[in-house]
Structures are given as structure tokens and as C-alpha cells.
């Protein structure tokens, strides 16, 4: 019986090698999946329906029953947003001075005046 066999037999893998190489290198750390863009927000939500509703009542075409939804929608989505813009106004302390550099801010670069 050789040395061979008694370790492990024909099937064992060869025992050669470099003794002084150390351990064999590490396989590279797997990489992160991507990430995968975050969900709009609620505001940014209802923005972009308030200005796709805007759109669709600036066209001529428009059936009066449509028209009667859209902009009940758009109500909606305008007072959502007022409210919101209402509540985040009030956790952070802001009073009406604030409200109104805001307001003059926006119109200086074009925006609507209110909320």
C-alpha cells in the first residue's frame, strides 16, 4: 500500500504546491446590487398628476364630463398639498414672515405665489 492510498486513495487531490505561498487568495467580496431608484414622494406624486390634470384641462377638445372630473381632481390635489405644505410649515415653526419671503421667493423665480 503506497502513501497515496492511505491518505485518501487515487481520488484525493495532489498534496504539491508551494509551502511557503500561504493560503490560497480570497475571492473578492460579492458586489452590492444596484439600487434601484427610491419611490416619488407623496408631493412629488401629486405634482406630477396636478400638472398632467392642468394639461389635459388646457386642451380644447375636452368632453365637459372629463373636464367636471379634472378639475374636482385638481381641487383635491391642490388642498392635499395645501394641507401638507400646512402641517410641515407648523413642525418646523415657521410663521407668517417666513410664509411670505417664501411667497416672494417663488414669484421672483417665476413659480406660483401661494402654496
Known amino acids: 500500500m503506497s502513501i497515496m492510498d492511505a491518505l485518501g486513495g487515487a481520488g484525493a487531490p495532489p498534496m504539491g504546491g508551494d509551502p ?3 493560503p490560497p487568495p480570497e475571492a473578492a467580496p460579492p458586489e452590492p446590487p444596484p439600487e434601484e431608484a427610491a419611490p416619488p414622494s407623496l408631493e412629488d406624486a401629486a405634482s406630477q398628476a396636478l ?30 398639498l395645501a394641507s401638507n ?13 417666513h410664509k411670505a419671503m417664501r411667497k416672494a421667493t417663488k414669484k421672483s423665480q417665476g413659480g406660483g405665489g401661494g402654496y
Open 20 to 22: 511557503m505561498a500561504g
Open 51 to 80: 400638472q398632467l390634470l392642468n394639461s389635459a384641462l388646457a386642451q380644447a377638445d375636452n368632453d365637459p364630463e372629463e373636464a367636471n372630473f379634472a378639475e374636482a381632481a385638481t381641487s383635491a390635489l391642490t388642498k392635499i
Open 85 to 97: 405644505q400646512k402641517n410641515q410649515d407648523a413642525a418646523m415653526g415657521i410663521g407668517p414672515a
